[in-house]
């Protein structure tokens, strides 16, 4: 499993997708933790000018915790996307193919790198 972004990112990416339309903001004091219940547990959320370690109304461990899984499975299935972006040939390249009349030999680096990645 690649991992997809830092632990605080896929924290508030999963409680985003949860909260709805509440606006919610909240602090930790160990990003470390955050992916875990314990570390859920340690967030002070904010209200206006009112702190509070309760979530706001909707806003659960259990349903955030499955929330960054979809999130890490969403991200998982398209890691073979993300290593083909990276070994493609580049815009430069392929203008160099075009001008150079080497088109094919493009072509054999893309679908070697294809097969390298497949879907």
């Given at each position: 499993m690649a991992e997809m972004w830092n632990h605080v990112e896929k924290l508030w990416d999963a409680i985003t997708n949860v909260k709805g339309d509440k606006i919610v903001t909240y602090t930790t004091k160990n990003s470390n933790r955050v992916e875990t219940e314990e570390g859920f547990n340690e967030i002070i959320w904010v209200s206006g000018h009112e702190e509070s370690t309760t979530p706001p109304e909707g806003i659960t461990?259990?349903?955030?915790?499955?929330?960054?899984?979809?999130?890490?499975?969403e991200y998982d299935a398209l890691e073979w996307k993300r290593n083909r972006e990276a070994e493609y040939p580049t815009i430069e390249e392929c203008v160099h193919a075009i001008l150079d009349d080497t088109l094919d030999e493009l072509q054999l680096k893309r679908q070697a790198t294809k097969l390298k990645f497949p879907k």
């Open positions: 461990w259990e349903k955030v915790n499955a929330e960054m899984i979809r999130l890490q499975a």
